[in-house]
């Protein structure tokens, strides 16, 4: 062997050397060409029970990597070779990190396992809770890899405490940077537990109106009604006057109307009655009031309220549709006019003012 290679390395069996290589090599093989067929085969039996817990172990075993598998075994088949403390250490770590890392793969998994599940059951009952296990499985995720990180590092001899305290003083630095990120994400947070709305909800963001199709960690897409993409921040929406008309019961409507003012007292007192019958006679309608309700610039205004059965838009469209219709020809048949605006100018004839010139007297 070269003279560079130390001596107690020297004096080993050469099948001392080459056992652990094979041992690793060994290891990667079998859990390439044993997983698949090991996952189909628990698979069809997790199947034929009624408990999930077979079918997350399944689930969970498809995480298995086999780089992994390998830098796992290195640690126990390279146990008894003289490596000395240098390379001792660098099979230490690599053991270690491999152990660790494949078993967050496996918690993620499982992690992974138990929201798709439970998504699945809630959206059943209720759509809107979709991004709340979005944002459950990002909380997780990031707890999860953060003890597996922080475990790892204990166990390879890093004093995790100053650590921590480490990342406590520069994680105040970083959150003053990713405050507009953090605050999107404590924001899509609070949507998601408060619920002002939900996927498929119709709502009006100070002045904007339209469906919510996607609630993320960062934003909230709304399809407008002229079909474009709206994108809200989470933070401007939790800050926002926003109306959602999805959970309206009732729609209650106002609508106004002026008569010309030539129209006799008798006339107007019919007005209110008369409406109330043309409401009435409308589906899905509940009448409020109609009142003569004041003298206009050009009208004699009246005010009208009713209460719509049902939120959908477009039958309070065609319901008042409807009532203006027979309105006008009520009114028309009565003989009363509907006013428009009007001025009247009045002329009065002023008597003219006769002024008199007289030539300036002359210096002489």
Known sequence: MPDWIP???RDYSLWGW?????SVLLAVAATRLLRPRLVRRLRSLAERTPTPIDEALVYGLEATRPWLVGAMVLG?????LPLGAPWSRVVEVITVVGVFVQIGLWAARLIDFWIRRS?????KNDPGTATGFAVTSFIARVTLWAIVLLVMLDNLGINVTALVAGLGVGGIAVGFALQ??????????????DKPFQ?????DVDGYVGTVEYIGLKTTRVRALSGELLIFS????????????QVMQERRIVFGFGVTYDTPPEALALIPG???EIIEAQPQTRFDRAHFKAFGAASLDFEVVYWMLTPDYTTYMNTQHAINLRLLRELNDRGIAFAFPTQTVHLQAVRPVRVRMEPPPSDS
Not at 18 to 22: G, N, R
Not at 180 to 193: H, K, Q, Y
Not at 234 to 245: G, P, S, V
């Open 18 to 22: 080459l056992a652990p290589v094979l």
């Open 180 to 193: 507009n990120i953090l605050g999107d994400l404590f924001s899509s947070l609070s949507i998601v537990m």
């Open 274 to 276: 008369l409406v109330r």
């Open 234 to 245: 989470n933070t401007d929406l939790t800050k926002a006057r926003l109306r959602n008309y």
């Open 7 to 9: 001596q107690n390395w």
């Open 76 to 80: 126990p088949a390279t146990a008894h």
């Open 119 to 123: 998504r699945q059951r809630a959206l």
């Open 199 to 203: 996927i498929g909800h119709f709502i």
